[in-house]
């Protein structure tokens, strides 16, 4: 009988060990993905998205450059107001100015928009951008992309140094508007610390997938 009574108290108090260990694990992923998610002042998250034409560019294959993503929508009326109006082509070459191996990705993540109408919205308003395709999403989520425009800058070391609003103009009337990604990388290019790293974006919402 005192066997037995030995015999079950192991057993219980490993089915008690191995609830323990359960309970503490995270689930599977879990840790993935709250690594993955975008924070100023952290490593920016790698990815890979294909272009209009199909090729494949990793973020990770910029290493070393300044890298300016800004999120589009062709359709979105304030996307097309600030590339019409000349913002986005005199932002780029102000940053071109400052650092000339900086690299503007262009990322659509517009559920079932086709990657030719990015390149091609690109190219009508002459914005010497690559035009990156995130058709589900995945890579807007995990930046947090909220609107069309939404700019994050990340520096040579791969660090998100800044993330929000291209401009303190969301309707369009200043003449002389701060524009922060080029006060960014200004900031950057001068070893000095981003200020500010974090203004809330304007424009359209990204038409994520369902």
């Given amino acids: 009988m005192k ?34 998610k975008a924070k100023v002042g952290e490593a920016a998250p790698n990815f890979t998205l294909d272009d209009a034409n199909g090729k ?23 996307c097309r107001r600030v590339s019409k109006a000349g913002l986005v082509t005199k932002m780029a070459k102000e940053c071109k100015a400052l650092n000339k191996d ?11 928009m086709p990657g030719s109408t990015s390149a091609k919205y690109l190219k009508k308003h002459k914005i ?32 998100l140094r800044y993330q929000g609003a291209i401009d303190d103009d969301p309707r369009g009337g200043k003449e002389d508007a701060t524009n922060y990604v080029v006060n ?12 500010p790293d974090y203004v809330k974006s304007y424009g359209c919402s990204v038409k994520y997938a369902d």
Avoid at 10 to 22: F, P, R
Avoid at 56 to 78: A, E, F, M, R, T
Avoid at 184 to 195: F, H, K, L, N, P
């Fill in 184 to 195: 960014a990388v200004r900031q950057i290019s001068s070893g000095e610390t981003v200020s």
């Fill in 128 to 159: 010497k951008a690559l035009a990156l395709i995130d058709g589900d999403g995945k890579v807007g989520h995990r930046y947090g992309a909220r609107t069309t425009p939404h700019i994050f800058v990340i520096d040579a070391e791969g660090i």
């Fill in 56 to 78: 494949s560019h990793s973020l990770s294959d910029y290493k070393g450059k300044i890298v300016i993503l800004q999120w589009i929508n062709p359709d979105c009326p304030i």
């Fill in 3 to 36: 066997n037995r009574c030995s015999f079950l108290s192991t057993i219980g108090l490993a089915a008690l060990m191995s609830a323990a260990v359960a309970f503490a694990a995270p689930a599977p992923g879990a840790e993935a993905s709250a690594e993955e």
């Fill in 102 to 112: 900086i690299v503007h990705l262009a990322i659509n993540s517009t559920a079932g």
